[in-house]
């Protein structure tokens, strides 16, 4: 009875849809949206944009070197972080090379992270907590050539910028097996 | 006295078949009506009525709220670091204290990395770039206009029952230690309908997720996920979903990672590859025993979990007790959830209520005579594609001894002869 019932209203609308073709429809789910969006503009786009790829796409103009990320570390990072990177309360940022495979892993930015670019991306999109998206590019820049030195991946002379940080080789960058299609 | 028939298991009219065929799990027969006689004369009716009972009730209100006797039905907070971020953290769902296979949407778990933002759906944007044909803004009033679909799915953070991966059994309750999983049924537009109208380019084979909030939380995933059953989910069974969930609106990817439901959704960045962002690299990739680590595993385990009785509510007497849990799996719907009250040893295969759906909370129950002997309880999933939950020794020799992701083995809990319940490693 019931299927029947469902029939009968199926093939009814059907015949609605038939018959009404130049008026107001019901849609079948298969037809596009009301297409409601409206074009996004070059610029509210370059605004919003704000994901680092790891080829560097995304990245900024502006610099900044490892001296001045010292001074950036201190008045913004370290009261988390701790002196140099040592952690606490937050986490640690240095330390754990070529702990991975032991029974106490240490999983830091030095010992674990496969990108340079992600830390760009990270601190300046979240860091820190208490005023995200706060520091200026230079400041970004410095502060990631101060992490990465802390983590002896660059010199004390580094300088960090668009061109310069895509190239940055992280100690664990072949360490992550892709499971995406596994 | 009467002597009554033992209950069946409420639900649908094929329960009846099912705990026919099921039977009772049982240590053993013992009388148990001369106990519940003796409770009854205790606490027996009065001869006049409770003075709720004769006096008006109170008025309407707008949005009702749960009686003042369940004030203590709370989400257990789990704030990570203190003061310094407050809003950084998660609370869990009080599993052990609900039933059925929807969670109330004040109790569903959350997870913040920088507190819950304060939206004005006003302002809010949702923007659709990268590698489409034709970047578009959509505001909230015009996804409302949409067409819309309803997806009963379970959400779990991929750091659910992390506490169970510890070298020493946490004494937690259930939702304490499980309770990063809520069930609710979402409402809202297909992604694939507003992939379609921005025209996605034929390089694109990923996306990139971004939420509002100011830790701008960001995932990448699988373009095929937006093709099979994404939605930008606007309602949560059934009102506007509440701002620890993401309002005005958030990602709906059912059976993946918790964290890749990305909450205050405001942009979609079609890619040709991932972005590798913090919470893809960092944290949410899966440490093994050899210090590779798997990134992008999206999908969830099959896993289940008795939340009652369990770790912390007592067992007050022998007698007839349901064992009722939920049982769920990324890869689909539940096909079999088995119970053992000796540890593993033998198994019985438990009532699934109706209806079971696909990558949904599904409850599961079995009547359980206990004689009041320890016993030690678990509970085992199987989905349709056959996946079975593992065992702690199976999921445990893969994984580093740091991993606390993705654990899915199989939870003991331990009753001991005076009805104490505890969390044991099995």
């Known amino acids: 009875m019931f299927t029947c019932k469902c029939c009968a209203v199926s093939a009814a609308a059907l015949v609605l849809l038939g018959a009404c073709a130049n008026q107001s429809t019901v849609q079948q789910s298969s037809v596009p949206g009301p297409a409601l969006g409206r074009a996004a503009t070059a610029e509210e786009i370059k605004a919003w944009s704000i994901s680092i790829a790891p080829g560097g796409a995304g990245l900024p103009a502006g610099s900044g070197s490892v001296q001045q990320g010292v001074a950036v570390y201190a008045a913004k990072c370290a009261a988390c972080h701790g002196e140099k990177g040592n952690g606490k309360p937050a986490d640690a940022l240095v330390g754990g090379l070529g702990t991975l495979a032991t029974a106490e892993p240490v999983r830091t930015v030095g010992s674990y992270w496969p990108y340079a670019t992600t830390l760009f991306d990270y601190v300046r999109r979240a860091m820190p907590t208490s005023a995200p998206m706060s520091l200026t590019n230079d400041e970004v820049y410095a502060v990631t050539a101060y992490v990465l030195n802390i983590n002896g991946i660059v010199a004390g002379d580094a300088i960090m910028n668009a061109q310069s940080l895509p190239q940055v080789k992280m100690p664990n960058r072949d360490g992550f097996v892709d499971y995406s299609r596994k | ?426």
């Open chain 2, 1 to 426: 006295m009467k002597t009554r028939k033992l209950p069946a298991p409420a639900g649908d009219p094929s329960d009846r078949r099912n705990f026919l065929k099921h039977g009772i799990v049982s240590a053993g027969a013992v009388a148990v009506g001369a106990a519940t006689a003796k409770a009854h004369a205790a606490d027996p009716i009065g001869k006049d009525f409770p003075a709720f009972s004769v006096t008006p009730g109170a008025p309407f209100r707008g949005y009702g709220q749960p009686s003042r006797h369940e004030e203590k039905v709370l989400r257990a907070l789990t704030p990570g670091y203190g003061a310094i971020a407050p809003g950084t953290g998660s609370s869990r769902t009080p599993l052990q204290t609900l039933n059925g296979a929807l969670t109330p949407s004040g109790l569903h778990f959350e997870r913040h990395h920088n507190g819950v933002p304060d939206i004005d759906p006003a302002q809010h944007k949702l923007l659709i770039h990268g590698l489409v044909k034709k970047p578009l803004v959509f505001t909230e009033a015009a996804l409302l206009r949409y067409p819309m679909v309803s997806r009963t799915a379970f959400v779990e953070c991929a750091g659910n029952s992390g506490a169970n991966t510890l070298p020493a059994a946490p004494q937690a309750n259930c939702g304490a230690i499980h309770g990063l999983l809520s069930g609710s049924e979402w409402t809202g537009v297909s992604l694939s309908l507003l992939l379609d109208e921005a025209g996605v380019e034929p390089g694109a084979k990923w996306f990139l997720a971004e939420g509002a909030d100011s830790a701008a939380m960001s995932r990448s995933m699988l373009l095929d996920k937006a093709y099979d059953d994404a939605i930008v989910a606007l309602y949560q069974n059934g009102e506007r979903i509440r701002p620890e969930q993401g309002y005005p609106m958030r990602l709906l990817v059912p059976g993946y990672q918790g964290n890749l439901n990305v909450k205050w959704l405001r942009r979609l960045e079609l890619t040709e590859g991932p972005t590798h962002t913090k919470d893809e690299t960092s944290k949410y990739s899966m440490l093994m025993r050899d210090g590779k680590a798997r990134q992008f595993m999206f999908e969830l385990g099959v896993k289940s979990v008795i939340t009652r009785p369990s770790g912390g509510l007592g067992m007050p007497g022998a007698g007839l007790y349901e064992i009722s849990g939920l049982a769920w799996s990324g890869a689909g719907r539940i096909v079999k959830a088995e119970v053992s009250i000796d540890g593993g040893t033998s198994w019985r295969e438990a009532v699934l209520q109706a209806p079971v759906l696909s990558k949904a909370l599904t409850r599961f129950r079995l009547p359980w005579q206990w004689n009041g002997s320890p016993a030690m309880l678990q509970s085992r999933a199987t989905d349709e594609k056959g996946n079975v939950q593992p065992a702690r020794a199976e999921w445990t020799a893969q994984y580093s001894a740091a991993n606390r992701y993705h654990n899915n083995m199989i939870q003991t809990w331990a009753v001991k002869a005076d009805g104490s319940i505890s969390n044991v490693y099995l």
